[in-house]
Structure formats: structure tokens, C-alpha cells
């Protein structure tokens, strides 16, 4: 049983001037979030009734590695970080995918906080296991991870979570604190580092426009009046002639009754 909590590096934020409009970078606030000390929190409850063991995982520089000492202090059993520089939530939950797998094996429960952004949804359809976010409480009752999180109007919706699965928790439970004999023991830990190969590529979405058929191809008329060509190309002054209704026998008829309407008028070009 592998139980991993996922801990989100601040990093730097852009601060901005109220005066003046000039930016500047600072770096954030050093250590993991109030929801990721409850992610914590609730990934070593989760190893302690299954009997697993729990991993703390971060994607950063060094300078997160005392974020992930301060986990094992308060007894996480390993700490890795990742050193990558993901461009998006995908590649975030993919690095951190591949450094977990690399180091410890496939995760059975993976915890995040609810400030991880989309990183636990891409994680869960990547991995295709179950996925509870947003959670108020995670708990292990004879052997079954049960959720609780809220719904509109004051409600609480009770879930039982089928392993493995992907969780996310809000910052409601108050993470432990560790021992002196644990933080000073954990300050000489060296933390592993793992560089995972990620596939660069990735699915984006475009832009959704209207549909807009294929120019039609016209030969030039050979009227010598310019007003004889333009009507040769409109065909403005020929009757219009009525609709055809068709009746075809299944799709497969009526999709090629499509396409030769198409093909006949000059959508489609030369399909041969």
C-alpha cells in the first residue's frame, strides 16, 4: 500500500506597485499550504489505518526540499521531489506521475489540497482510477476510504471511494505537529530527486468557429461584357429550380447521396 501526499511549491508570485504599475517577482511563501498540511494530514491517517506507506511528493526546486523534511518529520516514511518545470496542469500530473512510478511504484491513494488546481482531475483520467475532490473528510473504515464533501444549500454528500483513487481535501483538519527528536532528525535527511522523462506532447483545444464549406471552383465565363461574366457566375437570371426530395433506403445511402451533391457542385474537388 503506497499513499502519497502531493504537496504544492509556492513558487514565485508577481507583485505589483499600487503607485506606480511597475511588477516585480518576490518568491511566495516558503512551505506547503494550509490545504497541503491537511492533504498531509490526511495521507498519514490513511497509512496508519491500511498500513501503507506514506510518500510526500512536491515538484520544485531545492528550495522545497525543507517543505518535504518537515513532512518526514511529521512521519511521512519518504519524501521526493520532482525536478521538472511542467508548462501546464497535464504536465504537472504527468511528471509527478512518472517521478512517483519511477521511485516507489504505481500509488494507491494519492491526496492533494484543493489549491492543486486541475492537476488531480488530469491525474485521474490519466492513471483511469476514481476521483473524490474537494473533500471535507477522508477516512478509513474497515478497510473502505469514505469521503464527505459539501453540496449546495448546506447538504453533505457521503461517498465510498473504491482504491486506487485520486482525492483532493479543503483545509479543515489540523495537521500534527512534529517532535523536536523528529525535526532535528529529519533536517540532515537527504531528499531524493528524481528528473522524469515526460512526453512533450499534449492536447490542446482550438477555437470554435462556424462551419464554412470549401470554395467552389469556377471556370472563367467567356462573355466579353463584364456584366455577361458576373451574370454567368451568379446564374442571376436562370430559373431556380426545386427542391429535391430524396428517400434513401439507410445512412450509408444517404451519406453518399451527400457526398455526390457535394462532389457535383464543386464543394469536394477531384476525389478520384
Keep these: 500500500m503506497l499513499v502519497v501526499a502531493a504537496l504544492t511549491w509556492p513558487g514565485p508570485r508577481t507583485v505589483v506597485d499600487q503607485l506606480t504599475g511597475s511588477t516585480r517577482t518576490e518568491e511566495g511563501r516558503p512551505g506547503a499550504s494550509a490545504a497541503g498540511l491537511a492533504a498531509l494530514e490526511h495521507a498519514l491517517r490513511i497509512g496508519e489505518s491500511l498500513g501503507g506507506k506514506v510518500v510526500a511528493v512536491t515538484i520544485g526546486p531545492s528550495a522545497a526540499e525543507e517543505m518535504l523534511r518537515e513532512a518526514v518529520a511529521a512521519g511521512a516514511g519518504g519524501a521526493l521531489r520532482v525536478d521538472a518545470d511542467p508548462t ?26 484543493d489549491d492543486s488546481g486541475d492537476v ?95 470554395a467552389r471552383i469556377l471556370p472563367i465565363p467567356a462573355a466579353d461584357q463584364a456584366r455577361d461574366r458576373i451574370v454567368a457566375l451568379t446564374n442571376a437570371v436562370s430559373a431556380g429550380g426545386s427542391a429535391t426530395v430524396v428517400t434513401p433506403p439507410d445512412a450509408a445511402a444517404a451519406a453518399d447521396l451527400l457526398l455526390d451533391y457535394l462532389s457535383r457542385h464543386g464543394y469536394l474537388g477531384d476525389t478520384t
Design 120 to 214: 488531480p482531475g488530469f491525474l485521474a483520467a490519466i492513471t483511469d482510477t476514481a476521483q473524490a475532490l474537494g473533500l471535507l473528510e477522508l477516512t478509513v473504515e474497515q478497510g473502505v476510504l469514505n469521503g464527505l464533501r459539501r453540496l449546495d444549500k448546506g447538504r453533505r454528500e457521503r461517498l465510498a471511494i473504491p482504491m486506487p483513487a485520486v482525492c483532493s481535501v479543503e483545509p479543515v483538519l489540523r495537521p500534527r505537529r512534529a517532535g523536536l527528536p523528529a525535526m532535528l532528525a529529519a533536517r540532515n535527511t537527504t531528499i531524493p530527486v528524481v528528473k522524469p522523462v515526460v512526453p512533450g506532447w499534449t492536447v490542446r483545444a482550438g477555437t470554435i468557429r462556424a462551419y464554412r464549406p470549401r
Design 88 to 113: 501546464d496542469d497535464e504536465a504537472v500530473a504527468r511528471a509527478l506521475l512518472a517521478a512517483v512510478a519511477e521511485r516507489h511504484g504505481t500509488p494507491d491513494v494519492v491526496v492533494f489540497g
